[in-house]
């Protein structure tokens, strides 16, 4: 069950796959790291333009000889709504002041247009770098990029929430799917359940979507050790996502004091949350989120409340100050570590081989 | 790791227990069967009062000689809010008025008092019973009957949702600890922590709890198949319980478009809710969810809200009308089958053989 056909797929040792977690963490140190390890390193691609993800993929390509791939936002259809970028703005002016910031008057908003040209020069880079795999999140491309993937034999991947959206992935032609559970760390990926329906434990989601999807499954969300992997291989996944064991290694690029924050948080602190992006993400519970929790579900969608809260994020970070960074953790913060790569993916993989014999 | 320390304190051939679902679910045929065929029958108490325990206990002892459980709810403190109680009655009414339900001008509602001297009856008849398992919800008893029960070696219980409340149910003394993820149908069962802090899906769950408490731990939440017990005792669980699956046995006391619902339902159709009894609960949606969702947080505390609804819940069961019964459920509905109690234990371990085999 260990090796098996997504593992031959992928071209990797173990079936493990490093996250795609955007915003800085991906270095090119640990894409490398994961991949020349055993298992896949993915790129987290979702913020990075195309120029800056050809200059990343060309740097890792210097230091590794093993496959590793790509994730991109699909963009998503948004409602501008000025009530709500009012609510946001009047919400985070207390969090503005407490940061020596100006107040938001004129802000430069993103269009579905612009988002949807961004994404094409992406795919045209996957396609220019012939990279061996992609994986989208917050829904799945046109058909046209679909098929224009399929031709050059690059290998993609859905992510889904539900056993719906993992039918949808599949119908659409993806070769293998991501199923996210609740548990996961970051951005959620439904693009076809509302959030209210797509809050499901790994426990239930993975049999219930391997049971109808015909695609191998790779589960994510709070997979740290060896427990997690052979646990989710009982449940009928080939092969695991993981986010926040990643994070917090050595060659992550997140902050020291987002690492800091997981080492020393508890499974009860994470807490799901619009305010930072106008999508739902789990992260450590801090002053941002309490602050604006009461006023979350008035804020504007993804990515204008992204971009609202930029510069807070931004500044909060260089001050290396907690209270307004977004400290994006799965819920099992309590078996994080600081380690290397190597270290990981061999302790989880020699867990594995202990959990197989006492069982 | 299927026989082990726990399967020989609690006496069974297999590390399952059957979830002690209060309201009816629990008859007598069910524990019997459940216990007969090698797992743990567990009788919900929760809402019975002593005399109708005892009865049923005498009622199982003639049908099985194997070993059997009873679960008790803790009285919990509540608030009696005068507005809650309007605002409940008031989002009520149109439902009271589509069952043709007189509106609740007069209502008696439960005291704590009352609730602890029922309760302390209920501990009595375990006493009396020499019932050789106890397991608690919504809390933990006084440490005098805690000692009260040990002198006797009952084998005691608790429930927990977060490390701390596991942590507290080990310095109590309890035996074991079921700790419930948020794939668990039914109520919540949180007593330190609040709701939002204790949904913790159970891959992330059971790894954190048995790293830090040293009592057996039973894992509850979605677990509906070999699939799910092999998985769970992979993340560090000793036992499961399982509820669901039992409810829709053919032995269960649930009605029958109860179980049909679940049949028919799909993972992204459970709900938490605490419209029903004033205590989050999972179930599937429904009209009477839907309806009173937006003013469940401004309903009075568990137990009021539930002697609020009883009628509305009761009527509407007895007309076959799905639209106002709490539909408890757990996160895998599409996992339940309509099958025997002996059919569910022999396959689960049938799947659990073949897993093993095949990892």
Chains 1, 2 share one sequence.
Not at 22 to 35: K, M, N
Not at 151 to 174: C, D, Y
Not at 338 to 355: C, D
Request: hydrophobic fraction near 40%; charged fraction near 20%.
């Amino acid at each position: 069950m260990l090796t098996n056909k997504v593992t031959d797929l992928l071209n990797i040792k173990y079936p493990i796959i490093q996250a795609p977690m955007a915003g800085g963490v991906t270095t090119s140190e640990l894409v490398a790291a994961v991949s020349n390890h055993g298992a896949l390193g993915m790129i987290g691609a979702g913020y990075l333009t195309a120029d800056q993800m050809r200059e990343q993929i060309r740097e890792i390509k210097k230091v590794t000889s093993k496959s590793f791939g790509v994730n991109l936002f699909v963009p998503t259809k948004f409602t501008v709504s000025f009530d709500a970028i009012k609510s946001s703005n009047e919400t985070l002016q207390s969090i503005r002041d407490e940061l020596n910031l100006p107040p938001r008057d004129q802000v430069v908003l993103p269009s579905y247009i612009e988002a949807m040209a961004s994404f094409e020069e992406q795919i045209q880079v996957i396609l220019d770098e012939r990279i061996a795999i992609c994986s989208y999140t917050f829904g799945l491309p046109s058909n046209e990029i679909i098929g224009q993937l399929k031709e050059h034999s690059i290998i993609q991947i859905g992510t889904a929430t539900t056993v719906q959206e993992a039918l949808e992935a599949e119908k659409r032609g993806m070769d293998l799917v991501v199923i996210q559970g609740i548990e996961a760390g970051g951005h959620r990926g439904n693009f076809i359940n509302e959030f209210e329906e797509s809050q499901i434990g790994l426990m239930s989601l993975i049999p219930q979507v391997v049971d109808v999807v015909s695609i191998p499954v790779i589960a994510a969300g709070g997979i740290m050790d060896g427990r997690g992997l052979l646990a989710s291989l009982c449940l009928g996944a080939k092969c695991v996502q993981m986010g926040t064991a990643f994070l917090t290694c050595v060659e992550s690029g997140a902050p020291d004091i987002h690492k800091e924050a997981i080492l020393h948080a508890t499974e009860d602190q994470t807490v799901l949350t619009r305010s930072f992006s106008g999508k739902w993400a789990r992260g450590v519970k801090n002053k941002f989120i309490d602050e604006t929790q009461p006023h979350q579900l008035s804020f504007p969608d993804f990515p204008i409340q992204n971009t609202l809260t930029q510069d807070i994020r931004k500044v909060s970070g260089s001050q290396k100050n907690l209270a307004f960074m977004s400290l994006w953790s799965g819920q099992s913060p309590r078996l994080a570590k600081s380690q290397t790569v190597e270290t990981l993916i061999q302790t989880v993989m020699a867990e594995v081989s202990n959990l197989k014999q006492n069982l």
